[in-house]
């Protein structure tokens, strides 16, 4: 809770992201694909809406979105541990493996 606030002088106000910084992070968003086992439905829900969604066949979940290179999904993506494949993009795997062989070199 908070009990009391103070304002800060000579700290640069917060300016929102013009319009423009928007339109351009939303044209560099690219498609991603993700396969998790079907136990991590619970989890999904909470980060992903019903249209990324899809049950395959076999009970696992895909999960198609648009992500943006500029932010590190990675710890995200570590809490799926085993259950999650990464379909695309290509690059997005490749993190995700070298993170894996830097922790397991530690």
Known sequence: RIMELEEVSGV???QP???ETNRQEETAKEQA???FDGN?????????VEEELT??????????TL???SQNYIPFL??????????QPEWL???????IKAMLES
């Open 55 to 64: 049950e395959l066949p076999d009970g696992r979940i895909q999960v198609t």
């Open 33 to 35: 694909i993700f396969i």
């Open 93 to 99: 795997r490749e993190q995700r493996q070298v993170e």
């Open 78 to 87: 570590l809490t799926f541990g085993k259950h999650l494949q990464i379909i």
């Open 67 to 69: 992500i943006s290179p």
């Open 12 to 14: 640069d106000r917060f």
């Open 40 to 48: 991590q439905l619970g989890k999904l829900v909470d980060f992903y």
């Open 17 to 19: 992201k013009s319009r």
